[in-house]
């Protein structure tokens, strides 16, 4: 069983840069954000694959979203720049299998973290 804590969410302005994180209570081999707007199904963000640091990223969010890992904390990264109101969302942290962007890959979740983005 893995545990995933996440934090960082909250309210900005559009432009503005929010980071979230997700800690682990042990390793997998790939970590995943997810987001999941009001009314919306919950929909691919990004992906890492924790050996070889290899990213994925939804078409939607490229140059704007970085994630990034820190091994020796069991911690993914989801920096966010350039923030628009249509990234308002509950993201949630994933762990599994591989880094993809299908959530049948994902067998651990965490709570989710609201971000919400002002115009």
């Known amino acids: 069983q893995v545990q995933l804590v996440e934090s960082g969410g909250g309210l900005v302005q559009a432009g503005g840069s929010l980071r979230l994180s997700c800690a682990a209570s042990?390793?997998?081999?790939?970590r995943g954000w997810f987001r999941q707007a009001p009314g919306k199904e919950r929909e691919f963000v990004a992906a890492?694959?924790?050996?070889?640091?290899?990213?994925y990223y939804a078409d939607s969010v490229k140059g704007r979203f970085t994630i990034s890992r820190d091994n020796a904390k069991n911690t993914v990264y989801l920096q966010m720049n350039s923030l628009k109101p249509e990234d308002t969302a509950v993201y949630y942290c994933?762990?599994?299998?591989?880094?993809?962007?299908?959530?049948?890959?994902?067998?651990?979740w965490g709570q989710g973290t609201q971000v919400t983005v002002s115009s």
């Open positions: 994933a762990a599994g299998r591989l880094a993809r962007d299908s959530e049948e890959e994902y067998d651990y």
């Open positions: 042990r390793g997998t081999n790939a």
């Open positions: 890492v694959n924790w050996s070889s640091g290899r990213s």
